[in-house]
């Protein structure tokens, strides 16, 4: 619905932090995801973030959650399950391994890093994983060839269930406080700001220092798509 993409003045970093806070109408349907990170490792690509309504395959939906999934393999073993998780290895969107598990989100702010975990033989573990007050809940880790984490990667929503046209879609609001990578040492020094053509009550823009992106409901966009230069 919108997008916000970053750059670094680095061509990669160790590792991704995010201070968040989400708005509006979180019920678990329509089915939508607030997607923190669309980037490349080693350029494999990955994403990870909530949803409204997960997937387990051969089960069905359970509810909130968070997700995380790299391209590039249908090996479960390049998957690490966090407690009471899953994994979903499917060949829709090109083929793709990933990690989910049930997290009951809601209206607040939230923690969530994006850190390697462990090397081996094969390559490096990254771990998803996500803190509200004093719980930190682990999506699960992901292996990808030895790298680190591209600049230029995107924060994004989407709606992809349960809603036949727009005017379904409620209020849905993601917006990212803070974002820095390596230890919090390297911050964005731009974002570009991008809509969905098809989806019109969409609106992405800069708050104080925050990207916010917001959809649905009432929402009216009154920001056309730019480059916000930030400070580093």
């Known amino acids: 619905m919108a997008y916000g993409w970053w750059h670094f003045d680095v061509p990669s970093v160790r590792d991704l932090s995010f201070r968040i806070q989400i708005a509006g109408d979180t019920n678990r349907l329509p089915g939508r995801y607030l997607q923190l990170y669309q980037g490349k490792i080693a350029g494999v690509g990955f994403y990870l973030g909530f949803q409204t309504d997960t997937l387990r395959p051969d089960i069905g939906w359970q ?66 994983t996500v803190k509200h007050a004093e719980k930190t809940v682990s999506a699960g880790s992901l292996r990808f060839p030895t790298s680190k ?20 879609v409620p209020l849905t609001e993601l917006r990212i406080i803070q974002l820095a990578g390596n230890d ?49």
Not at 154 to 168: D, K, P
Request: hydrophobic share 30%; net charge negative.
């Open 63 to 128: 509810g909130h959650g968070l997700i995380f999934s790299r391209w590039g393999s249908r090996d479960s073993g390049d998957a690490r399950i966090g407690q009471g998780g899953w994994i979903e290895n499917a060949g829709h969107e090109g083929g793709f391994v990933g990690v989910r598990a049930t997290f009951a989100w809601f209206p607040g702010e939230y923690r969530c890093d994006l850190r390697p975990s462990e090397n081996d033989s094969f390559g490096v573990w990254y771990e998803f």
């Open 149 to 168: 984490i591209e600049s230029g990667g995107g924060s994004w929503t989407e709606v992809y269930s349960a809603a036949r046209n727009e005017t379904e």
């Open 184 to 232: 919090g040492t390297v911050r964005p020094i731009r974002c570009d700001t991008t809509y969905n053509d098809r989806f019109a009550s969409s609106d992405a823009f800069f708050d104080g220092g925050s990207l916010v992106l917001r959809s649905g409901g009432t929402t009216r966009r009154k920001h056309e798509p730019r480059q916000y230069a930030l400070h580093p």
